[in-house]
């Protein structure tokens, strides 16, 4: 069975400064992989995808994430987090596909940003 | 283009009750699918219809059931209520449900059990 987990449930960090947020993964097959970003009150947004091929993966709002089969990780990054990045961010994994809309979330990783 | 729209976006009911939710996909979205989120459980999956069939299920109790119209706005049910169904309850929609069709989601209804 699937499985994600974020080992960070909360992270503070300067603005101007550069976040990684750590995920990994369990899945017996290539995994299909997630971020997205919830702010309070909010539905979830799709910041990056990984699903094949090139393993550093671009996203919206500045965002990267690196797949690294070896460690079963799939950790999100930005060189220079704003305050607007304050948010709780979700890492997700995914079978193929018609199970792919069965996403396995970890339990989150919330950022708080510091002026 | 509208998102996926949940209704309504606050509920309050009491034990042993049922309760209905509704979501409306993004236009021309065929699959939609449900998702639980509590603070304790984190966001669990509940079912996803495409084409009016559940296609895939979670591992939630018979008291959840859920149904997709022709149009494929989707419904979700929960029977006899719980104090431990207090939740967020997450609707996404998506073009075909296929791997490579990114999922939408909506604002949530937030379900409180009295």
């Known amino acids: 069975a699937q499985s994600v987990t974020q080992p960070d449930i909360h992270i503070t960090v300067s603005e101007g400064a550069s976040l990684e947020l750590r995920c990994n993964y369990s899945y017996g097959a290539t995994p299909y992989l997630f971020w997205y970003v919830q702010s309070p009150g909010q539905g979830l947004q799709l910041l990056l995808k990984y699903f094949s091929g090139d393993t550093l993966v671009q996203g919206i709002k500045g965002f990267e994430a690196e797949f690294k089969r070896s460690q079963s990780s799939f950790n999100l990054r930005k060189p220079s987090v704003h305050w607007s990045d304050a948010a709780e961010y979700f890492c997700?994994?995914?079978?193929?596909?018609?199970?792919?809309?069965?996403?396995?979330f970890g339990q989150g990783t919330r950022l708080t940003i510091n002026p | 283009k509208a998102g996926v729209t949940q209704t309504p976006r606050y509920l309050i009911k009491t034990r042993g009750q049922q309760v209905t939710l509704s979501c409306s996909p993004i236009?021309?979205?065929?699959?939609v699918s449900w998702y639980q989120q509590t603070p304790g459980q984190g966001l669990q999956f509940l079912f996803e219809?495409?084409?009016?069939?559940?296609?895939n299920k979670g591992n939630f109790p018979g008291r959840f059931s859920g149904r997709q119209f022709s149009n494929s706005r989707s419904e979700m049910n929960v029977s006899t209520l719980e104090l431990g169904d207090s939740a967020l309850y997450l609707c996404a929609s998506s073009l075909t449900g296929e791997s490579y069709n990114e999922q939408f989601f909506g604002p949530g209804t937030r379900l409180t059990v009295l």
């Open positions: 236009s021309g979205h065929r699959s």
């Open positions: 997700a994994v995914g079978a193929g596909g018609q199970g792919a809309q069965k996403l396995v």
């Open positions: 219809y495409f084409s009016e069939t559940q296609r």
